[in-house]
Structure formats: C-alpha cells, structure tokens
C-alpha cells in the first residue's frame, strides 16, 4: 500500500530539528521497524492544525497512500494489522500490556520530575514561535507555577531519579532488548522517554558509567542512527555531589528474582545469608 515504500509523517521539533515528543520518536522507531521510508513533514507546536488539513492538534500522525492515522499506539496497531508481512511491533497481545506497563511505570518515574527539572530547557529550546505556548500550556501541567519557579532547585532533584530506574536496569541486565534478541515496540516505546530527554536536557541527567548506557547506545544507533541527530544532548555526564544517593546498585542482587533454584547447593549461600542476618 505504501507508495514507494515511503509514509508520510508528521514530526513536532525543536529549533534544531530535533524531535521532541516522545509520541513522535516510538513512531518512527515504529515506521523503521517495519522497513519504511519515512517522509518527515517539519514543524513545532504552532500551527499543528492547519499543517494537518484541520484533522488534529496533537501529533504524531501519519499519511500512508492517501490514509491518515492518529496517535502512536494507533498508528503501532495499523502497522501491523496493515502490513502483517513484516516485522511485528506487539507479535501477541501480552506485548501490549506490558508495553504499556513498562512505559506508565517510566513515566511515573521518570518522566514527571525529569519535566519539572527540565521544563525550562523543553521551553528554550522550542522554535521561537512556540515559546509562549510552551510557557502558558504547561503552566497547568506545574499547578499554576511558572517555569522559572519550577525548575528552582533541580540539581537536588535531579540525581534522586537514577537510583528509581533500578528495577528497569535489573530487567535489562539479563535481556539484551525488551523484546529479547530483537527489539520490539516494548523497546521504542521505553527509548521514546530518553529520546524525549536528550532533546532538551542541557544538563545530563545519567552518570558516565550507568549501566543503562548500553541497551541506549543501541537503541539510538538503530536504524543507521536514527537517535543520532546532531540537536541531541548528551543523556550522560551527571556528577555526583557528597550526599548525592549512588545512582545504580553496584552489586549483584541476591536471592528472588536474582536468582534461580536448581537445588539446595544453588540456594545455599542465600540460605547461610539469611541466618547470619537473622544472629
């Protein structure tokens, strides 16, 4: 259906051409998943309206042979049911609800104090003609404070997120990519929040050494670099100051879900652990 294997999508940027809108990124990580071509109509939060034909205000979107389709989960189920033929987003219903698990969990997470750290940087580094949109729409988001007010205080906040990320760093330590030899929609969509940040994150919000750096290294060199572009920060770089927490566990976790019992040798050392805890 795809005219020269090419779609058409709508993309929201910062002044440098940099996708902001992690909606924006998990699709064309989507649409490259699937082997297309991508023709990127350029633009800001300005004007969605009238660029779309008066079909939406939000974005992503996009046009396949004369079809639009809205929204990124929309757009994630039309891909598969169109073109079943290629690689799979969600192969099986399971895929999407824990896709959807893993990405509320990130935003919750991450994503809501990441916002108020770097709301000033997601607004400065909008095209100028979006500057006061940015400012007047999420000053709701912020409970009626401005953005100078909100990002007051943010290098306190931000080394307090690497150490809640700790669970999805332990999910990645034994699975190359959440979908497990080959990534999947789970992946794009978990990348989306990062991709989100290191297009406005003047400051790193990661240390050098995070564990997490190789499943995102990865992830923004598929598909040629597709996470490369140039206005991209770097996610890395955070420096720790005396009374920072440490930003990831440094060592291996016992007993539960770090480990498998294959008989009494194999849970012994757990076993000897526990009574000594217990003296």
């Not at 409970?143 to 943010?154: H, M, N, Q, Y």
Request: hydrophobic share 35%; with cysteine.
């Amino acid at each position: 259906m795809a005219d020269n294997n090419h779609i058409t999508l709508y993309d929201l940027q910062v002044a440098s051409g940099c996708t902001i809108s992690p909606f924006v990124w998990a699709t064309k990580y989507a649409l490259k998943h699937k082997g297309f071509e991508i023709d990127i109509v350029p633009g800001g939060f300005t004007g969605i309206l009238e660029r779309t034909g008066g079909r939406t205000e939000r974005l992503p979107a996009i046009v396949d042979s004369g079809r639009w389709v809205l929204d990124s989960w929309l757009i994630a189920e039309y891909l598969d049911d169109t073109y079943p033929d290629r690689p799979m987003l969600c192969g099986d219903p399971s895929v999407k609800v824990l896709t959807k698990f893993i990405e509320g969990w990130l935003w919750r997470t991450a994503v809501s104090p990441w916002f108020t750290c770097y709301i000033k940087d997601y607004r400065d580094q909008s095209m100028p003609q979006d500057h006061e949109y940015v400012t007047q729409s999420r000053r709701a988001f912020l409970g009626g404070r401005s953005i100078e007010e909100a990002v007051v205080g943010r290098e306190d906040r931000i080394p307090l997120v690497p150490p809640t990320l700790e669970p999805f760093r332990q999910l990645l330590a034994e699975h190359r990519w959440l979908g497990g030899d080959q990534p999947n929609y789970a992946d794009y969509r978990a990348l989306a929040v990062f991709l989100w940040l290191g297009s406005i994150a003047s400051t790193p919000a990661l240390t050098d050494d995070d564990p997490l750096r190789d499943w995102l290294d990865r992830g923004f060199d598929l598909y040629g670099g597709l996470g490369r572009h140039p206005g991209m920060h770097s996610l890395f770089g955070l420096k720790l100051r005396p009374g920072d927490p440490e930003p990831f566990t440094k060592t291996p976790i016992g007993g539960g879900i770090g480990s498998r019992n294959t008989g009494p040798a194999s849970t012994r050392a757990e076993t000897e652990r526990l009574k000594r805890a217990g003296q």
